[in-house]
């Protein structure tokens, strides 16, 4: 089988025009989604970026392979030690591995592994197509790469091509001359008055007043699709148009791969995949431009599947998580998936609508900004969270995303049982990962032991300056005595 993956960084679902987008952010993403199955609950089990695309490419939870974090020991895979072969776990039992298995052949158009200093990452592929920008590369970079892949084996028999496209991911930088498509385009309604109004009382990094990491930057200076600060509706209207010419500005050159396949006969007999590593919040749970939390913003994903064997048109609600992928293209493939992923196939439903092929429930964690758990079912997520590093979140939220997908209303305090059956799914999952752990360690308290959440660690002191220099004083007495209170010296504010 011809696969392409296409694999988008910080790409949310509900900003294509396919998952009901009223931007024109996507024509070519929706012209495949139209003669494939589009999937709406499909989610990333660890965000954000290096442990996503790990859990993914090792078909393993970060609880499993050791990566939940972007530093730090929880960065790394766990070390395999006296039992470890002449090949190692991924060498023997990584995605590529089992498709090389298969007799594809593997190849990547990605500064990924660079990126992130995640050279296991590369586990199984033949082909490395690395041009070095390290993810500040924009699609019209990326594209010639894969056009001159597909140009020497497109026509081959069987092959796997994963294209790895950053032009969503901040800061916003699309050229210039392409343009402003969404001038005339209003943003998403949710974000009021009176919410936007109430994120400028509260803090952290990357909230609505600092955008852009700890604060203090200017990066409109530089790159005009920027903002430096999102102070009214009209700063988050052009924060989103920045973030939704991204979006399109890849979408237009996924097109040009789509038109190349088709221009050689091939795009019917390709498997296009589409997806990303996670999503990004754009003002929920007061994150604007990132992907710092355990919930349904940041780690529900697009996967869009068409192709060879795939239903036409459809739609499949059912829960999944992303490396449920890779057993899936496994049993696509008439290849046996490694004994010991964690996914689970869902063929079924791509190909013959099958609902038993998801999942009741699903877990899903962060551990670089923060360090929590959710947990998602019905229409519920529960967001546990053990160290908001330098954000004001509680121990506990529950949304109910049916009626407030942004989640913008706590329901923990008014529901009580449904809290309760949330934390009892969650125990009971990290009962049973333990239980089939071979390091016998949970790496989130890995994180917690070194200081908390990596890219909060060490920036207390100098970030409780700018909320008293903004006028925010009584968030910077809150985390200090949160940190005096838990006895933390470096890292995030133990609420």
Same mark, same amino acid.
């Given at each position: 089988?011809?696969?392409?993956?296409?694999?988008?960084?910080?790409?949310?679902?509900?900003?294509?025009?396919c998952?009901?987008?009223?931007?024109?952010t996507?024509?070519?993403?929706?012209?495949a989604?139209?003669?494939?199955?589009?999937?709406t609950?499909?989610?990333?089990?660890?965000?954000?970026?290096?442990?996503?695309?790990?859990?993914?490419?090792?078909?393993r939870?970060?609880?499993?392979?050791?990566?939940?974090?972007?530093?730090?020991?929880?960065?790394?895979?766990?070390?395999?030690g006296?039992?470890?072969?002449?090949?190692?776990?991924?060498?023997?039992?990584?995605?590529?591995?089992?498709?090389?298995?298969?007799k594809?052949?593997?190849?990547?158009?990605?500064?990924?592994g660079?990126?992130?200093?995640?050279?296991?990452?590369?586990?199984g592929?033949?082909?490395?197509?690395?041009?070095?920008?390290? %993810?500040?590369?924009? &699609?019209? /970079?990326? $594209?010639?790469?894969? *056009? =001159?892949? @597909?140009?020497?084996?497109?026509?081959? #028999?069987?092959w796997?091509?994963?294209v790895?496209?950053?032009?969503?991911?901040?800061?916003?930088r699309?050229?210039p001359?392409?343009?402003?498509?969404?001038?005339?385009?209003?943003?998403?309604?949710?974000?009021?008055?009176?919410?936007?109004?109430?994120?400028?009382?509260?803090?952290?990094p990357?909230?609505?007043?600092?955008?852009?990491?700890?604060?203090?930057?200017?990066?409109?200076?530089r790159?005009?699709?920027?903002?430096?600060e999102?102070?009214?509706?009209?700063?988050?209207?052009?924060w989103?148009?920045?973030?939704?010419? %991204?979006?399109?500005? &890849?979408d /237009?050159? $996924?097109?040009?791969? *789509? =038109?190349? @396949?088709?221009?050689?006969?091939?795009? #019917?007999?390709t498997?296009?995949?589409?997806?990303?590593?996670?999503g990004?919040?754009?003002?929920?749970?007061?994150?604007?431009g990132?992907h710092q939390t355990?919930?349904?913003i940041?780690?529900?994903v697009p996967?869009?599947?068409?192709?060879?064997?795939?239903r036409?048109g459809?739609?499949?609600?059912?829960?999944?998580?992303?490396?449920?992928?890779?057993?899936t293209?496994?049993?696509?493939?008439g290849?046996?998936?490694?004994?010991?992923?964690?996914?689970?196939?869902?063929?079924?439903?791509?190909?013959?609508?099958a609902?038993?092929?998801a999942?009741?429930?699903?877990?899903?964690s962060?551990?670089?900004?923060?360090?929590?758990r959710?947990?998602r079912?019905?229409?519920?997520?529960?967001?546990?969270?053990?160290d908001p590093?330098?954000?004001?979140?509680?121990?506990?939220?529950?949304?109910?995303?049916?009626?407030d997908?942004?989640?913008?209303?706590d329901l923990?305090?008014?529901?009580?049982?449904?809290?309760?059956?949330g934390?009892?799914?969650?125990?009971?999952?990290?009962?049973?990962?333990?239980?089939?752990s071979s390091?016998?360690?949970?790496?989130?308290?890995?994180v917690?032991?070194?200081?908390?959440?990596?890219?909060?660690?060490g920036?207390?002191?100098?970030?409780?300056e700018r909320?008293?220099?903004?006028g925010?004083?009584?968030?910077?007495?809150r985390?200090?005595?949160?940190?005096?209170?838990?006895?933390?010296g470096?890292?995030?504010?133990?609420?």
């Amino acid at each position: 089988m011809r696969i392409l993956y296409v694999d988008i960084d910080s790409l949310r679902p509900d900003h294509l025009g396919c998952y009901g987008y009223h931007r024109a952010t996507s024509p070519n993403i929706d012209a495949a989604a139209a003669r494939g199955t589009r999937c709406t609950n499909y989610y990333a089990t660890d965000a954000p970026c290096l442990p996503s695309r790990t859990a993914l490419f090792s078909g393993r939870f970060g609880i499993h392979n050791g990566v939940v974090g972007h530093g730090g020991t929880a960065a790394d895979p766990f070390v395999e030690g006296a039992d470890r072969k002449f090949r190692g776990n991924l060498g023997q039992n990584a995605w590529m591995t089992a498709l090389r298995r298969a007799k594809h052949r593997t190849a990547t158009v990605s500064t990924f592994g660079e990126r992130h200093s995640a050279w296991h990452w590369y586990a199984g592929f033949q082909e490395i197509y690395n041009h070095g920008t390290g %993810g500040g590369e924009r &699609a019209h /970079e990326v $594209v010639p790469y894969a *056009l =001159d892949w @597909l140009g020497r084996h497109a026509r081959e #028999e069987n092959w796997f091509l994963h294209v790895n496209f950053w032009d969503p991911h901040t800061p916003y930088r699309t050229p210039p001359e392409y343009g402003e498509p969404f001038a005339d385009a209003p943003p998403p309604a949710w974000l009021t008055p009176e919410r936007l109004a109430a994120h400028r009382r509260s803090y952290g990094p990357h909230s609505a007043g600092e955008p852009v990491g700890f604060g203090g930057e200017h990066p409109s200076q530089r790159l005009p699709r920027m903002v430096d600060e999102i102070a009214t509706l009209g700063d988050f209207k052009r924060w989103i148009d920045g973030y939704d010419t %991204g979006i399109r500005y &890849a979408d /237009e050159y $996924v097109g040009r791969i *789509l =038109d190349a @396949l088709a221009a050689a006969g091939l795009l #019917e007999q390709t498997l296009v995949l589409i997806s990303a590593d996670h999503g990004e919040n754009q003002g929920e749970l007061g994150v604007y431009g990132d992907h710092q939390t355990a919930d349904h913003i940041t780690c529900r994903v697009p996967l869009i599947a068409a192709g060879p064997g795939i239903r036409a048109g459809a739609v499949d609600e059912g829960l999944h998580y992303h490396l449920d992928l890779p057993p899936t293209l496994c049993e696509m493939l008439g290849v046996a998936p490694a004994p010991h992923w964690d996914g689970r196939s869902f063929a079924p439903a791509l190909t013959s609508a099958a609902a038993s092929a998801a999942r009741d429930h699903l877990v899903v964690s962060q551990a670089a900004w923060a360090c929590q758990r959710g947990v998602r079912w019905d229409k519920w997520l529960l967001l546990r969270t053990y160290d908001p590093g330098l954000k004001p979140y509680p121990p506990l939220l529950l949304f109910d995303l049916a009626a407030d997908p942004h989640e913008t209303v706590d329901l923990a305090a008014a529901r009580s049982d449904v809290v309760d059956h949330g934390l009892a799914l969650l125990e009971t999952w990290h009962t049973a990962q333990m239980a089939t752990s071979s390091s016998g360690v949970d790496p989130m308290w890995t994180v917690l032991r070194e200081g908390g959440p990596f890219h909060t660690r060490g920036q207390r002191a100098k970030y409780c300056e700018r909320l008293r220099a903004t006028g925010r004083g009584e968030h910077a007495e809150r985390l200090e005595r949160a940190a005096t209170a838990a006895g933390v010296g470096h890292g995030g504010a133990l609420a």
